[in-house]
């Protein structure tokens, strides 16, 4: 895969393609993947890192101002690939069942750290459950993977870093004035994302629609709307308001909307995208429920071939993974990636938002380095 997206990628004559049927030849045109030794041993390491949010972060069923987050490293032949496993509440997840779990792994076992379906599937084996540190062993071994055949992974996709989409920006659920102080750093953003689910839904929309009068919302209840007809209502209410889509109004059952529905609690692993044809419009891909970017790339596929709208999302993470989801979204409808924005101690600098669009850049990898 990484061998044809690289060859690929430079533009070659007829002659050089002649030359380079020699043995030879052929491993000075492809220097980094043939270059790659197979006789390593994957070393893993990490640390609990308690995330620190900017804001109190409130949603529908709580609120916090920490994420328990793990940080992980795979290292090979010297390299080092970076990963994370970010750990809100509802997931069910904690830095002690990440930490049993990533001392369960023996990754030593694997000498080619390019047999990523080996690793993987084992990974995904050791253990039920345990989705976001499946996903920071997937992010940390994209990252090294990327780092030995020197390319970022948008581009050993084929995407194109011009098509990324714009990113939204969230907005909690507040007091009045702090929403407005909200909507104020929200200002270079070009979509809005606002939580709801308790009494000041309308109150938080209308504030918004004043302030940023051409901004398009979308909204996201984290299941909050218990009431059938209230959810209707508000879907109605919401139209008018400026809103294109809203995420998981309630507890996985469906109803006959008015604006798109997209699936994220309810959403986890590849096989729900089949059941969720025909109920969902689209789905929320977020690493840390699709184990990584090997699945979550494999979703985008699925769900665009089923012709269903696909959103990237986040959890309060640290720009290592949000930058890892970056990579996937020159192919999505939706992008919800400020999970490093909400954070006050960062480890890494990735991808950015320039006048609201994601913007990629060329390290190898992720795309990301580390700050200290
Ligand atoms: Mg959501």
Redesign the pocket.
């Known amino acids: 895969m990484g061998l044809t997206a690289i060859a690929a990628a430079s533009p070659v004559s007829i002659e050089a393609v002649e030359k380079v049927t020699s043995k030879k030849r052929r491993r000075h045109a492809v220097p980094h993947v043939n270059q790659v030794p197979k006789t390593g041993k994957l070393k893993l390491s990490f640390f609990p890192y308690e995330l620190k949010l900017r804001h109190a972060f409130n949603l529908a069923r709580y609120s916090r101002t920490t994420t328990p987050d793990v940080q992980v490293t795979l290292e090979y032949e010297g390299i080092k690939g970076y990963g994370e496993a970010s750990m809100p509440p509802y997931l069910g997840e904690s830095v002690e069942s990440v930490t049993a779990f990533l001392n369960k792994l023996d990754l030593e076992q694997f000498k080619d750290p390019f047999c990523i379906e080996d690793i993987l599937s084992y990974v995904d084996s050791v253990d039920e459950n345990n989705r976001a540190a499946k996903a920071s062993i997937d992010i940390a071994l994209h990252d090294l993977l990327g780092k030995i055949m020197g390319q970022p992974w948008y581009k050993i996709w084929g995407y194109n870093p011009e098509k990324t989409p714009v990113t939204s920006f969230t907005i909690g659920i507040d007091t009045p004035e702090v929403v407005r102080q909200k909507v104020e750093e929200a200002r270079p953003y070009k979509l809005i994302k606002a939580k709801m689910g308790l009494d000041q839904d309308q109150a938080t929309i209308n504030i918004i629609n004043e302030m940023m009068p051409d901004v398009p919302i979308c909204v ?1 209840c ?1 299941q909050g709307w218990n009431n059938k007809e209230y959810a209707l209502e508000m879907c109605h209410w919401l139209k008018e308001h400026n809103c294109i889509f809203v ?2 109004p309630f507890d996985k059952t469906w109803i006959d909307e008015p604006l798109p529905i997209i699936a ?2 309810a959403f986890q692993r590849l096989p729900d995208i089949v059941r969720f044809k025909g109920v969902y419009d689209g789905i ?1 891909i977020k690493l840390m429920k699709s184990t990584g970017l090997y699945e979550a790339h494999k979703m985008v596929t699925l769900a665009r071939a089923l012709d269903m709208k696909v959103m990237i ?1 986040c959890m309060t993470e640290t720009s290592c993974a949000v930058t890892a989801a970056a990579n996937l979204s020159p192919v999505v409808d939706y992008a919800d990636l400020d999970g490093n924005l909400l954070i006050a101690n960062d480890r890494f600098t990735g991808m950015t938002v320039e006048n609201g669009k994601i913007t990629l850049h060329d390290r190898p990898g992720l795309g990301i380095k580390l700050l200290k």
């Open positions: 996201d984290n995420e998981q994220d609690e929320n999302g």
